[in-house]
């Protein structure tokens, strides 16, 4: 698995990065979906900060084997196609610091 962003979470629990593949680096945000009001919809959205289009969503999700909460994103553009990943703890003993790491297809 590959580290595809790098991530600081900031006060109001939305996170501020950078997504970066071999052909693409874009700042991104994470933001709280404000306007949520059905169980499927992303509890945060993807934005792009240099022109605002929302890349993605990301959901809140516990792990069944550990308890743990993660977020679960799906980032879409047409330079990369689709792809899922987890925002995880980066590594070191910053809290706010976090990855999004790439979930390929099986």
Known sequence: MA?????????????EGQLTTLSITAQIALVKNGRKVKDNEPDYRIVSRKN?????????????????EY???????????????????APGDDSSKKVIIWNPPS
């Open 3 to 15: 580290t595809i962003a790098t991530l600081t979470q900031k006060a109001d629990g939305s996170f």
């Open 71 to 89: 977020i679960s994103v799906s980032l879409s553009a047409p330079e990369f196609g689709t792809i899922y990943g987890n925002v995880a703890p």
């Open 52 to 68: 605002g289009f929302e890349l993605g969503g990301g959901w809140n999700r516990t792990s069944k084997t550990s308890g743990e």
